[in-house]
């Protein structure tokens, strides 16, 4: 199964929310959160706040919506909304809806072909993080490459 490697291949809608304070961040790296979700609305939104509550601040959240039915998408879209609503300077929220269920793997693929960052981590929609999370775990691998 083609997924594309282009960014012109993947469907996303850019839910940026961008303040005057987003250059502030040009100098510590960029980590993009991987969210594939499937059915899963409860657990998102769980998953979504513990993201808005990480420490480092410059953050890209790709979501990759994997329900393809129309009233699933809905779901997501106002949930990711929501979220980009209340996201703090720094934060990036992307969706992306697979236009057929394409299962994790893939969507998680296409997820990274979309990203921006200069480093990669994956959040299950049923998981959370630690505020510390991402910090922490980027302070480990910068320290230990």
Known sequence: MNVGTREEDIPLFNLT????TMDKNASVPKVTVVVATYRREATLESA???????????????????????EWNER?????????????????????????????????????FAASGDYITFLDDDDIYLPEKVKAQLQNLIENI
Do not use: C, F, P, W
């Open 76 to 112: 997501v879209r106002i949930i990711v909304e929501k979220y980009v609503q209340t996201a703090r300077a720094g934060y990036t929220i992307r969706l992306i809806q697979n236009e057929n269920n394409l299962g994790s793997a893939i969507s998680r693929n296409k997820a990274i």
């Open 17 to 20: 929310r961008k303040t005057d």
């Open 48 to 70: 979504m706040a513990s993201l808005l509550t990480q420490t480092h601040r410059n953050l890209e959240i790709i979501i990759v919506d994997d329900n393809a039915d129309a």
